[in-house]
């Protein structure tokens, strides 16, 4: 059986430390996007956590008004802030 890209992503997510509250990733090829896992209000991972997308598209605005509303949500937990990127996680062959 073969992974999607949002299987890939998913993953991925839920394998970040469990205070991880941000993680980025960079959708070049447009897989997540089209599949329209980024364009949910939030998305679960696969231990079940629950992570708020916030995707720029060229519109500072809107990604620091979404970014802003994200890190509210997260205001109550406890832990450092890390933060993990997953460049060549999700890309096409």
Known sequence: MTDTPVD???????????DCRMAIAV?????LTDAGVLGKP????????????VVFRGN???FRMRFRSARR?????RG??????????IHSS
Do not use: E
Not at 73 to 77: A, E, K, T, V
């Open 27 to 31: 959708d070049g090829d447009s897989l």
């Open 8 to 18: 890939v992503f998913l993953q991925w997510l839920g394998n970040r430390p469990h």
């Open 80 to 89: 450092k802030c890390n933060f993990t990127a997953a460049a060549t996680a």
């Open 73 to 77: 949500r997260n205001r109550g937990r």
């Open 60 to 62: 500072d605005l809107a």
């Open 42 to 53: 939030n998305i679960a991972d696969t231990l079940g956590r629950s992570w708020y997308p």
